[in-house]
């Protein structure tokens, strides 16, 4: 079953990150790490017990990522060596969830061997047939061994909402503290020290999906893109969260979901703090990029017909 999986899988599906040297750092779906020179020669390539390796971390000349098998990696860039690998649970997730990292500490999502089938029994569109659909832990590890320091669970449910699960996590490393979403776009905080809860602002349906994500603004403001019914089908919204306490500063809904993560910064040197948001379902191909200063005015929008049209430019 692994293999014939495997075979049906040789693409590269995470994003590739740059070491101190310059050195390019990709994944493979069947689980391979490989190390690109600037003139894009293999350098190496590390083979984990695992496929789909989630998009990388790098800290101090190290890489840091899973695979779908609950296994943790740490790998030196120069040498390809295998610095640790630590089991952090029963599964690790198969799409293109991310890894943090800050100072001595590493951040992953995980999913224990009893997964709990529950949390998405409602969950508009979802059929997950294994824990590796999704996480339903954030997993804190030594960055220098990989013994779990602390373990979160969105799957027990909190300020009396039910559990949930993340899908394609986004971890924020702020100060003293770690934001990331679920897949209903409900937002937490919790200790980077102990993975105690600061704060929880639920997501508006509890049984949608997404598979969007939360990032941080330089202003102290956390803006998590999500769907109000389920990735393919339904609208969708983008919320601002207050970073002190979580409340919604303001919300603005779009037509169709929001299934990839927010992004936001000036525009330029001097310019105005914006935001982008990719609206448009999953997997399908039409993809609207907003672009606003103000969420109650839209400084332009970029359309996307299909992957053989391009994209068509508008401002607004």
Same mark, same amino acid.
């Given at each position: 079953k692994k293999m014939l999986k495997t075979l049906s899988m040789r693409c590269f599906h995470t994003s590739p990150v740059v070491d101190e040297q310059g050195n390019t750092l990709i994944e493979s779906t069947q689980g391979t790490i490989f190390s690109l020179?600037?003139?894009g020669q293999v350098r190496w390539q590390f083979q984990t017990t695992g496929l789909n390796p989630i998009n990388p971390a790098i800290k101090n000349g190290v890489l840091f990522t899973t695979s779908d098998d609950g296994m943790a990696w740490a790998i030196r860039c120069d040498t390809g060596e295998k610095v640790w690998e630590s089991r952090i649970g029963g599964f690790c997730p198969h799409d293109t969830a991310?890894?943090?990292?800050?100072?001595? #500490? @590493?951040?992953?999502?995980? *999913?224990p061997e009893q997964w709990n089938r529950e949390v998405t029994r409602? #969950? @508009?569109?979802?059929?997950? *047939?294994?824990?590796?659909?999704g996480n339903e832990e954030v997993v804190a590890v030594n960055a220098k061994d990989g013994t779990v320091k602390w373990r979160f669970s969105m799957a027990t449910g909190y300020r009396d909402q039910p559990g949930h699960i993340?899908?394609?996590?986004?971890?924020c490393i702020v100060k003293d503290s770690i934001v990331f979403h679920d897949m209903?776009?409900?937002?937490y905080r919790v200790s980077l020290a102990d993975g105690q809860l600061v704060w929880y602002e639920p997501g508006v349906n509890p049984n949608s999906w997404t598979t969007g994500g939360v990032c941080m603004g330089p202003n102290g403001v956390a803006y998590c893109g999500f769907c109000l019914e389920s990735c393919i089908m339904g609208e969708g919204m983008v919320r601002a969260h207050d970073f002190a306490d979580g409340k919604v500063l303001w919300s603005r809904k779009f037509d169709q979901g929001i299934n990839a993560t927010p992004a936001v910064g000036t525009l330029g040197p001097d310019g105005p703090l914006a935001v982008i948001v990719a609206e448009g379902r999953n997997p399908l191909p039409l993809k609207i990029f907003h672009w606003f200063i103000d969420p109650k005015k839209e400084f332009w929008k970029l359309l996307g017909?299909?992957?053989k049209e391009g994209l068509m430019g508008r401002i607004h």
């Open positions: 020179d600037t003139s991310s890894a943090a990292v800050f100072e001595d #500490t @590493v951040i992953l999502p995980a *999913t409602n #969950t @508009v569109g979802m059929m997950r *047939t294994d824990g590796a659909e993340s899908y394609n996590l986004t971890p209903t776009g409900g937002v017909r299909s992957p």
